[in-house]
């Protein structure tokens, strides 16, 4: 339909009826809005009234305790358990090697002060331990581990469970202590491998290295070791027949240096030239274990069939079969020969002993009679008499030994010659204090333990 049709049909229609169409269309309106508005109330007032349900029912359980979460299936309440925080996880010590910690690998060598001696309770045992040369005060306070005691003066050395080295705080400064022995009779050796180096099967054992013995080294005895050489044991079947022998052995502790019998660099077969059965039959020992460490003190003679430790620690001879095995392991089967002439040497031994004692061998030069004299005061001293050694200005003394009950240095020299006696008085400053014992060079003594100690 054209836009001229529809104006014309508008035209038509009376002008009265548009204006009543026009007002029944506003009251409608009006009265559907007032409807809409009604419903919005009601529905605003439930609303309403289910929050004010839900808050009075959530008041009325927590006032009785009584959460819908605790209820189980079968009725009965269950109070509800506390969150509990699991504990944070201990972490683990920083393991510090043995090697950065001794003196002679940490390029702060200092001169041994030799011989002190401390005992720490190893169980039924007491522990002997000497002190070594460390890397330092600090060093080792950074590397203490768990104290060992009730005191918190010995402790592990971080990371390490066994007893072989410790660390020793007295609240001032910290040093490190090695073990030597059990302070005690007879025991069976079994006791310090478990105990002390934590060792209960030849499983913790992973290598063996055999050295030639080292306490002759003159050119001829250097010649003798260069022939031995040094090997390394990593078979699995002689590590365990190693570590049977060393476990079923008995330790008769420390200065027992008349049960043992390595040899004399010294004697001589024909009268003239020296045999240096001690160096051809002798072998040190260091077994490394699973967890780093190295037990270097062991060391055996084929003389006598028997192992032994510097500071006359003896252990039981083996049996004819063991020292067998035991020969062909580490090597020296080769020199059982026309060298081992262990009857021989006992009798020379025993006359050499014997010219010893009248030598004055083994006496007292000096003895202390300062009584009343301070630890500080005898360390202090034993520093200067260890300087001298160092500086090779008293090649005449081979230890120096701080002892208590009094106080007092204990120095062993090779000379009893007054200016060299004197020259040692000079350094003790008070006076009293030193303890000097005279050993002639090459007497098969306690003392050779100084011969190659480093």
Request: net charge negative; proline share 4%; charged share 25%.
């Amino acid at each position: 339909m054209k836009s001229e049709d529809i104006s014309d049909a508008l035209g038509l229609v009376d002008e009265s009826m548009i204006s009543h169409a026009l007002m029944v269309r506003r009251k409608k309106k009006k009265l559907r809005s007032k409807r809409n508005n009604i419903w919005i109330m009601r529905y605003a007032a439930a609303a309403g009234l289910c929050l004010v349900c839900a808050g009075v029912a959530a008041i009325w359980s927590v006032l009785r305790h009584e959460p819908e979460s605790d209820l189980p299936q079968n009725g009965y309440w269950v109070q509800e358990q506390p969150i509990q925080e699991s504990p944070e996880p201990e972490m683990p010590e920083q393991f510090a090697p043995i090697s950065s910690l001794l003196a002679s690998n940490s390029g702060n060598f200092m001169a041994q002060q030799t011989e002190k001696y401390a005992a720490v309770p190893i169980e039924q045992y007491s522990g002997f331990y000497t002190e070594v040369p460390s890397a330092g005060s600090s060093v080792l306070a950074e590397s203490m581990g768990k104290s060992i005691d009730n005191t918190g003066e010995w402790h592990y050395v971080s990371g390490h469970s066994d007893l072989q080295y410790l660390i020793r705080n007295d609240g001032q400064e910290s040093s490190l202590w090695k073990f030597q022995c059990f302070d005690s009779g007879e025991y069976p050796y079994d006791d310090v491998l478990k105990l002390v180096y934590q060792i209960d099967s030849a499983d913790a054992i992973t290598e063996i290295e055999v050295a030639p013995a080292r306490m002759d080294n003159t050119d001829a005895g250097k010649k003798i070791q260069e022939e031995v050489g040094t090997r390394k044991i990593t078979d699995r079947a002689a590590i365990e027949t190693i570590y049977e022998m060393l476990s079923g052995m008995t330790c008769y502790g420390s200065g027992q240096w008349e049960r043992i019998d390595y040899g004399d660099v010294e004697a001589a077969g024909d009268g003239q030239t020296p045999s240096h059965e001690a160096v051809r039959l002798g072998r040190y020992l260091s077994i490394t274990t699973d967890y780093g460490n190295v037990i270097d003190g062991l060391k055996y003679t084929a003389v006598s069939d028997m192992f032994y430790e510097f500071s006359g620690i003896a252990y039981s001879p083996l049996t004819e079969e063991q020292a067998a095995s035991i020969c062909e392991i580490i090597g020296i089967m080769e020199y059982e020969g026309e060298d081992r002439q262990s009857h021989d040497v006992k009798t020379e031994d025993a006359q050499q002993e014997k010219e010893n004692s009248d030598d004055g061998a083994g006496t007292a030069l000096l003895e202390n009679t300062n009584t009343d004299v301070s630890l500080e005061y005898v360390t202090e001293l034993q520093t200067k008499v260890s300087s001298a050694m160092m500086n090779h200005e008293m090649p005449f003394v081979i230890s120096s030994s701080v002892y208590e009950n009094p106080y007092r240095l204990h120095v062993v020299v090779t000379s009893n010659a007054e200016e060299d006696l004197q020259r040692l008085r000079d350094l003790d400053t008070i006076g009293g204090v030193l303890e000097i014992e005279y050993v002639p060079e090459n007497t098969n003594s306690r003392h050779d333990l100084y011969e190659q100690k480093n």
